[in-house]
């Protein structure tokens, strides 16, 4: 008997370990920060905040259309500049480069994230008339929050969303209790009922990160009318853009 107790408690002693461990470390498992690898001829846009300095990789281009773009969690956004600019000519593009990504300083998270993105967001929509928000994966997320607070911009594209990061953490770690450690959550569907402008979900048939059945779960927590979800055969999470229907409903999308 004294032995089985003795079992018990090493293994919840280790149990409460793990735990201490992820909550301590979960950022370093969600962030997963990139150098800019495409430089540009222009210099790209240094973007002052409170406590930080955020590279934004930019395509100018004069006129009415912007499109801003946020990245997933281990994306080096600036790969995105040629494909985006033969994709959609028409737009100025603005990249940001999360905290301590591309050579933006800072440390990133949640709250911080959700900051800058609105900063970006003012500093462009002060240029451009018809700004688009476009956000993959994390990126999602803080496109979701984006749109909320700023309801004057045109559309918005979500490109493999989740419904809430928690919902991904639990399902990654069924057996800890993530939903009291996880300190950034991206409650997007939380959040998604207030959003008004055109809004365009695009999913991938196969993704392994984010089920489909997840992107589902936000798209029904849309307003009626508002979204509309197109899912791309035999895709998965980071295989997307190998597909040219991607290329096709992201065009039509913007």
Avoid at 71 to 78: C, H, K, L, P, Y
């Amino acid at each position: 008997m004294r032995l089985l107790w003795t079992s018990i408690a090493l293994a919840t002693l280790v149990y409460l370990g793990l735990c201490a461990a992820l909550f301590v470390f979960q950022r370093s498992m969600i962030y997963m920060p990139q150098p800019r690898a495409v430089m540009t001829p222009q210099a790209p846009l240094r973007l002052r905040v409170d406590d930080a300095e955020l590279v934004v990789s930019v395509r100018p281009r004069a006129g009415a259309k912007a499109l801003v773009y946020f990245g997933g969690n281990a994306e080096d956004v600036s790969l995105n500049l040629d494909t985006f600019g033969q994709w959609f000519p028409e737009h100025a593009l603005y990249l940001l480069h999360y905290r301590g990504y591309g050579g933006s300083s800072g440390t990133p998270g949640e709250a911080a994230i959700h900051s800058d993105a609105a900063a970006l967001f003012r500093a462009v929509a002060a240029q451009h008339a018809d700004v688009a928000i476009v956000g993959r994966s994390l990126g999602a997320g803080v496109a979701v929050r984006l749109a909320v607070a700023q309801p004057t911009a045109s559309r918005l594209v979500l490109i493999t969303p989740f419904h809430s990061l928690t919902d991904i953490a639990a399902a990654a770690y069924p057996f800890v209790p993530v939903r009291w450690l996880l300190r950034d959550t991206y409650e997007s569907g939380r959040v998604a009922p207030g959003i008004r402008m055109p809004t365009t979900i695009i999913a991938a048939e196969h993704d392994e990160v984010v089920p489909l059945a997840n992107t589902a779960k936000l798209f029904a927590c849309f307003a009626s009318g508002v979204a509309t979800m197109k899912v791309i055969p035999g895709a998965g999470h980071n295989t997307l853009d190998s597909q040219n229907v991607y290329r096709v409903v992201l065009q039509a999308a913007l």
